[in-house]
């Protein structure tokens, strides 16, 4: 069974870095299923809730786009295309800076700021989007052709 963003490749298109979200973000799904399993199992929904969110979040930066994808029922795609990637933030609280996982915000030219919550390692994604998008951009020269001084 192939994954949302491999199913979503188009043609010549392929994966520069793959995302993931921190168990880290899920610490409190995690404890309250750890707490609430000896209370008749009530636990399991819990834990069932942070397993189905850790496996159905995909993020991936591809030659041509970012593609973000949440859910499993329900699911929720963001995709846009790396040149018109206007900026990445990362939101990091005390937490996310010790344990490595925090908020990507993704604003692209003419989309509403995208927020994807939880993220592993932010930095490196950023760095590898920042890498991708040197890389999918041309080098203009410039030219100074037809161009009056003084």
Do not use: C
């Not at 786009?65 to 995709?79: D, H, L, N």
């Not at 990637?85 to 030219?109: H, K, N, P, W, Y």
């Amino acid at each position: 069974m192939t994954s949302y963003v491999e199913g979503a490749l188009i043609k010549d298109e392929k994966i520069v870095h793959f995302g993931h979200i921190s168990l880290w973000s899920l610490w409190h799904l995690i404890a309250l299923g750890l707490l609430l399993l000896p209370a008749f199992g009530v636990g399991i929904f819990f834990l069932v809730m942070a397993y189905v969110r850790y496996k159905t979040t995909e993020l991936a930066i591809t030659t041509k786009r970012v593609i973000v994808k949440v859910g499993f029922i329900r699911r929720q795609t963001i995709e846009i295309n790396i040149n018109k990637v206007e900026s990445i933030q990362i939101d990091q609280e005390i937490l996310g800076r010790l344990f490595d996982f925090g908020t990507l915000i993704i604003a692209g030219a003419g989309n509403p700021q995208a927020p994807i919550k939880g993220i592993s390692a932010p930095m490196a994604f950023r760095k590898a989007f920042i890498e991708a998008q040197d890389q999918s951009t041309p080098v203009l020269s410039p030219s100074f052709e037809g161009t009056r001084l003084g």
